[in-house]
């Protein structure tokens, strides 16, 4: 049994050896991270922003975390009557804003949830720390990465416009095109071209 196990010691040695030497010939696929910057895509998770004008502190985005790594203190305020006769009406303003990374997952459900607009994807990914006690970011870092924010993307001009409520099929985009005939189907409220007869 010894003998068996020698004798498969030097061709899987020999084996490996042809392995690293092959290896070894071809040039490295390595970047060298601080001199050359990656490139990364245009929508890339790095850190998330805040733009807290936007910010009404409805508390959403804190509720739908899974980590719970969103810190949210706000207080009323009452803002005077826009017109004369009019009423005071009481408003939320944003004392705090924390986002602890050391616990957050990047998962994007914050942004997802946000029906103001106040978060957003920055492709930024360059905060690390030397201690995991400042990668809770207040308001005002996270304010500071909305100017590293892309613009959304572009629309297509050529895509077609979303139906409306009513079942109506929107404009193709193309200006002169004559309207094709479709069929909506009810359920789904897909609209689907209708077959010639």
């Not at 508390?59 to 009323?76: F, T």
Request: aromatic share 6%.
């Amino acid at each position: 049994m010894t003998e068996k196990k020698k004798s498969g010691f030097v061709p899987g040695l020999l084996s490996g050896m042809a392995t690293t030497a092959r290896t070894a010939m071809r040039p490295a696929h390595t970047q060298h991270y601080p001199h050359e910057k990656p490139a990364l895509p245009p929508r890339s998770r790095g850190v998330i922003a805040l733009q807290h004008e936007n910010c009404t502190s409805c508390m959403l985005c804190a509720r739908e975390c899974p980590d719970w790594c969103i810190y949210i203190d706000s207080h009323k305020e009452t803002v005077p009557p826009a017109t004369e006769g009019g009423r005071a009406r009481q408003q939320n303003v944003l004392d705090r804003f924390a986002i602890d990374f050391s616990l957050c997952m990047y998962c994007g459900i914050c942004i997802e949830v946000c029906p103001f607009d106040a978060l957003y994807w920055s492709p930024e990914f360059e905060y690390a720390e030397t201690d995991i006690r400042d990668l809770l970011h207040e308001k005002d870092r996270l304010g500071q990465w909305m100017a590293t924010v892309p613009p959304p993307a572009a629309v297509d001009p050529g895509a077609p416009v979303e139906s409306d409520q009513t079942g109506q099929a929107g404009q193709t985009g193309q200006a002169g095109a004559a309207p094709e005939a479709v069929k909506v189907i009810p359920v789904t409220g897909k609209v689907v071209p209708e077959a010639d007869s």
